[in-house]
């Protein structure tokens, strides 16, 4: 069977686009890497060309359109929680964004394809360095401090997070016989965060810091 160079270009151009994303995730460890996201890209584009060719030419959306429901399941696969924090949810958007470029080339639209390629890249690489910033000046953290019920200190603790321009999210209060433990999720600037696990870390009182 002959294949038409138009389809050969878009399967070729796919595979490309597909990888260069793939690099960025697979620099950055990420789960869905180098050959996940090029399989993605490339499955896109034959699936929108199947669906053009059994379709045509009253339904050629009939395959393609289930593309973006089943693209759902490989995204919801690499999203997960830990403790106080939800990863995954930018390389489940770079699945997404990735067999919409497949889709965008399986119609022959490449230039869309190409200029949505490189405005992918420049966000997963030049936006990284603003997400970082944000981060150091608003971080998520959870303390957990045991001690002795006897200094009944959790007022001493919580004074010293406000002291040093700490937010203190949520709280609570345990006491198992002779032993108090404390939870707090606390946001804030790294800095201020590092002073006051400097702080409990010099804390003689203290029997268990968890941070």
């Keep these: 069977m002959h294949l038409p160079h138009t389809i050969i270009a878009k399967l070729l151009l796919s595979v490309l686009l597909g990888s260069v994303i793939g690099i960025e995730r697979e620099i950055r460890s990420k789960s869905a890497g180098f050959r996940t996201i090029m399989l993605i890209c490339l499955g896109a584009t034959m699936f929108t060309i199947f669906s053009q060719v059994i379709g045509w030419p009253s339904n050629q959306d009939r395959i393609a359109s289930n593309i973006v429901t089943g693209i759902g399941f490989l995204g919801a696969g690499v999203i997960f929680r830990n403790n106080n924090r939800v990863n995954g949810i930018t390389t489940a958007a770079s699945i997404w964004l990735s067999a919409a470029l497949g889709m965008g080339i399986g119609c022959g639209y490449y230039t869309v394809s190409i200029v949505g390629c490189a405005l992918v890249l420049i966000i997963l690489f030049l936006f990284s360095f603003l997400d970082r910033y944000i981060d150091r000046i608003n971080q998520v953290r959870e303390y957990k401090i045991t001690y002795p019920y006897e200094y009944s200190q959790e007022h001493k603790y919580e ?48 029997t268990e810091f968890n941070y």
Excluded at 169 to 193: D, F, L, P
């Design 159 to 206: 004074d010293e997070i406000k002291e040093l321009g700490l937010d203190i999210k949520s709280r609570s209060h345990t006491k198992t016989g002779n032993i108090i433990t404390g939870e707090w999720t606390v946001t804030g600037n790294e800095k201020a965060h590092h002073e006051f696990i400097d702080r409990i870390l010099k804390d003689e009182t203290v």
